[in-house]
């Protein structure tokens, strides 16, 4: 489990530097998140992403510093399955996400849903 804690602090200082883009430099999502439809990306928008993306943060802080949290670990888990779900709409059904903008979302949410996912079978 030290692994897995490592990896969650990481994604978390990534998911940190996102929502601080949402809320100080919303220009930053219109052209290297939701690139493809930028008149749908408002002020409203940006802060509503940055503060889910701050919510998913403090829960992969919380995990990483208590991994052996059977429901804190399940809550993570889930929240990458609807980052990972949300950017799936994006990308392919809404097309407010080009795939390249994308990928980074789809490589993190991945693999934590694969990581996570093992560990919560062999609990």
């Known amino acids: 489990m030290q692994k897995i804690s490592i990896w969650l602090l990481v994604v978390a200082s990534l998911r940190l530097l996102g929502a601080s883009q949402a809320f100080f430099n919303q220009s930053r999502i219109k052209s290297n998140v939701y690139s493809g439809d930028q008149k749908s990306i408002n002020p409203l928008f940006c802060r509503l992403f940055g503060s889910w993306t701050m919510m998913s943060f403090t829960l992969c802080v919380a995990t990483a510093f208590n991994p052996f949290n059977k429901a804190l670990y399940a809550c993570t888990f889930v929240s990458f399955l609807i980052a990972g779900g949300h950017f799936v709409t994006e990308c392919f059904i ?27 079978l062999n609990w």
Do not use: Q
């Open 94 to 120: 809404y097309k407010t996400s080009p795939i390249k903008n994308a990928i980074s979302p789809f490589i993190v949410a991945g693999t934590s849903m694969i990581w996570m996912g093992y560990e919560l």
